[in-house]
């Protein structure tokens, strides 16, 4: 089975699934728009109704269409980087990049409502014959991200560059949860037994562990604790 790298990116307990499903319809090019309507055996004229000028194909609609166009340059003046797509995949690769969990969830939700703003658009525009303004769509896609991230339990962290981007969505900072202290209570084994507790901990850099036995009066009858240093190849000039 072939693994869609976007599948897990779309949905998210932060983000309502009826802005999903826009979103995995659009990737699984299941979207009725115009272009798919005709493979399908309906025989119409097209237009798309956002720009008035070319035909509606689901690539036009959500990337080349100068409605469409506008909104991604708002979201990558936001973002403060280019935002360029020869195809729907690459809009997920946004997500890739390494954002703390908060951030994540802002830019996700903020894609998310893109498109599916911008169907919400053309289907206005198209059924009910009523414009929604382009400050008005981005008004509604900054609204519905700002509600989303400050709902998310997700954490931030000290980077400025992600701190920028949630604070332009009017989301609250979430710092990292204060490390919780559990209580453990040790009782020794009964008696002419011997228990043995052990435990290890691990970083980029190190890793260590340890194991105790007492006996049933508590008493230490062997400790051992090891630690291994994680050493990086390096090569000499």
């Not at 998310?152 to 980077?159: E, G, R, T, W, Y």
């Not at 981007?165 to 202290?181: D, G, L, S």
Request: glycine share 2%; hydrophobic share 40%; proline share 5%.
């Amino acid at each position: 089975m072939q693994k869609i790298h976007w599948a897990k990116t779309i949905w998210s307990i932060d983000i309502p699934p009826s802005r999903s499903f826009v979103a995995w319809r659009i990737m699984h090019d299941k979207i009725p728009t115009d272009e798919k309507l005709k493979e399908r055996g309906c025989k119409f004229p097209s237009i798309c109704t956002l720009c008035l000028y070319q035909e509606e194909t689901t690539f036009h609609l959500f990337f080349v269409c100068p409605y469409a166009m506008r909104i991604w340059n708002w979201l990558a003046n936001t973002l403060n980087f280019n935002l360029h797509f020869n195809n729907i995949e690459e809009i997920w690769h946004i997500c890739d990049r390494r954002w703390n969990p908060q951030c994540k969830i802002v830019i996700k939700a903020a894609i998310i409502n893109v498109l599916s703003t911008i169907w919400f658009s053309r289907n206005t525009a198209g059924f009910k014959d009523k414009t929604i303004h382009r400050k008005s769509a981005i008004s509604l896609i900054s609204s519905n991200v700002a509600l989303f991230g400050n709902n998310s339990k997700a954490s931030s962290n000290s980077s400025m560059s992600n701190f920028a981007i949630i604070k332009k969505f009017r989301v609250n900072i979430h710092p990292p949860r204060a490390p919780q202290i559990k209580e453990v209570i040790w009782h020794p084994p009964i008696s002419h037994w011997i228990k043995g507790n052990t435990d290890g901990s691990s970083s980029a850099l190190a890793s260590a562990s340890g194991i105790i036995f007492r006996n049933s009066e508590a008493d230490c009858l062997l400790c051992i604790s090891e630690i291994l240093v994680r050493f990086r190849p390096f090569m000499l000039n």
